[in-house]
């Protein structure tokens, strides 16, 4: 067991804005986060240029977190290098998924970093939230607990809760141990990368005969093995079990 100094910052969680539809509220967001003293903001597809005078206005001062924001085409590429995802929904999904509130997701997020572990925690477009295609990516949900008569947040708003959770705990978390002796997380691009193997080799045998049940059973797939967290020793141990299987019996 090895200790290992960690500054504030390697504490961190990753922001990501699936889809973020309005620069304004870009904006808004990197306020809510340099207020929660979080910097690291990745945006997924956006619709608007998150660098023009609009955002800039919003951020008020804090501009530099939008100016180091990361891009990403897809939410895939966005969460390739990252091991332990939350995603905030506003309403119950049709899925087997943990669900907690902020304050239980902080605890999560704080474990995780404490292992050295990246985490993410994800954010959908301000109309639809997060679609269940990527919600499978998560391994956990994130209900804010509010006014059932009146529970909506707006995005930034959102990200200003759970930030605050993480920034009253932050000053707890600045020695991590890490165990040097085993295999590390595997990523969110080693699951899809296992996942699309496990996929195509159900295909060529018919598992997914049903057109009108295929995106349910893929889905339900998916889940089993996103709910827990596997490392990379475990996901390759997955890939020499399905090429065992489909290789043919002598």
């Known amino acids: 067991m090895k200790a290992i100094k960690s500054t504030p910052r390697d504490f961190e969680p990753y922001i990501i804005l699936v889809r973020p539809q309005l620069s304004e509220n870009m904006g808004m967001v990197a306020r809510a986060m340099m207020n929660c003293a979080l910097s690291r903001l990745r945006l997924v597809h956006p619709r608007e240029d998150h660098l023009n005078e609009k955002a800039k206005a919003a951020s008020s001062g804090a501009f530099s977190v939008l100016e180091n924001a990361q891009v990403f085409p897809t939410l895939e590429e966005a969460l390739s290098d990252i091991s332990y995802v939350l995603a905030t929904t506003a309403r119950q999904r049709d899925m087997t998924k943990p669900v907690i509130d902020p304050e239980q997701a902080v605890s999560m997020i704080n474990e995780q970093q404490k292992k050295g572990i990246k985490t993410a925690i994800l954010f959908g477009a301000e109309r639809t939230g997060l679609l269940n295609e990527e919600l499978i990516l998560a391994n956990t949900l994130v209900e804010i607990p509010l006014n059932p008569v009146h529970s909506s947040l707006?995005?930034?708003?959102?990200?200003?809760?759970?930030?605050?959770?993480?920034?009253?705990?932050?000053?707890?978390?600045?020695?991590?141990?890490?165990?040097?002796?085993?295999?590390d997380m595997a990523s969110k691009e080693e699951f899809i990368s296992f996942f699309n193997h496990l996929e195509t080799e159900l295909e060529k045998r018919g598992y997914f005969r049903f057109a009108d049940k295929k995106e349910r059973m893929r889905r339900n797939l998916r889940n089993i093995f996103t709910r827990n967290q596997l490392t990379k020793s475990e996901?390759?141990?997955?890939?020499?079990?399905?090429?065992?299987?489909?290789?043919?019996?002598k």
Request: with cysteine; hydrophobic share 40%; charged share 20%.
């Open 154 to 183: 707006n995005l930034s708003q959102a990200v200003l809760i759970m930030g605050y959770e993480w920034f009253k705990s932050r000053e707890k978390q600045f020695i991590s141990h890490l165990e040097t002796g085993g295999s």
């Open 235 to 249: 996901i390759k141990t997955l890939h020499g079990v399905i090429c065992d299987l489909i290789r043919p019996v």
